[in-house]
T-cell receptor
Framework: EAGVVQSPRYKIIEKKQPVAFWCNPI?????LYWYRQNLGQGPELLIR????????DSQLPKDRFSAERLKGVDSTLKIQPAELGDSAVYLC???????????????FGPGTRLTVL | AQSVTQLGSHVSVSEGALVLLRCNYS??????LFWYVQYPNQGLQLLLK??????LVKGINGFEAEFKKSETSFHLTKPSAHMSDAAEYFC????????????FGAGTRLAVHP
């Protein structure tokens, strides 16, 4: 079974430029998460989708970040414009919505390492 | 609000020695607790999880963790370290309000030397 796929793996951009990250979850997983992991820290949730619906985007900086999950499968996270402080690893995860419980295992992709110069 | 504190950002052990990675949590409701491992340039992989059943949880690769409510702890242990255990380990807590929002600690980097 293929895992969570993310692309690109690495991205270097100048500040004020736009950038987009793509995620394809495990087949059949209807819940998708985007996390940001700053250097030396644990991941922090940005947004969570159940199918096409963003059910928790309270941590997403909406002035510059946007996300979409059309058709409830793959997802794109965009930053426009990027700032120096956005340098981080952006992780995508997915889980199967079983009992809608807090124990549904999240499977993580390898992440996209963003460097903003 | 829930939070996780991992004591020790770096831990170094000899191959064959006991591994002990510490995690303390704060939660106003009974928590669910997780340990994840992250190898270089890879995503996080679930090692084990506590879901209010047995307090001693066994995971993959010989790891286990014990939930101690009185100490608000969920420390990760392995009796004998292998070189392949070198990685970063994250403890996480989830609330029980019906969805799996993970709050991660800052991580502990484990080094294993010969």
């Amino acid at each position: 079974e293929a895992g969570v796929v993310q692309s690109p793996r690495y991205k270097i951009i100048e500040k004020k430029q736009p950038v987009a990250f793509w995620c394809n979850p495990i087949s059949g997983h209807n819940t998708l998460y985007w996390y940001r992991q700053n250097l030396g820290q644990g991941p922090e949730l940005l947004i969570r989708y159940e199918n096409e619906e963003a059910v928790d985007d309270s941590q997403l900086p909406k002035d510059r970040f946007s996300a979409e999950r059309l058709k409830g499968v793959d997802s794109t996270l965009k930053i426009q414009p990027a700032e120096l402080g956005d340098s981080a690893v952006y992780l995508c995860a997915s889980s199967a919505l079983l009992a809608r419980g807090p124990t549904d295992t999240q499977y993580f992709g390898p992440g996209t390492r963003l460097t903003v110069l | 609000a829930q939070s996780v504190t991992q004591l020790g950002s770096h831990v170094s052990v000899s191959e064959g020695a006991l591994v002990l990675l510490r995690c303390n949590y704060s939660s106003s409701v009974p928590p669910y607790l997780f340990w994840y491992v992250q190898y270089p340039n890879q995503g996080l992989q679930l090692l084990l999880k506590y879901t209010s059943a047995a307090t001693l949880v066994k995971g993959i690769n010989g790891f286990e963790a014990e939930f101690k409510k009185s100490e608000t702890s969920f420390h990760l242990t392995k009796p004998s370290a292998h070189m392949s255990d070198a990685a970063e380990y994250f403890c996480a807590v989830s609330d029980q309000r019906g969805y799996n929002k993970l709050i991660f600690g800052a991580g502990t980097r484990l080094a294993v030397h010969p």
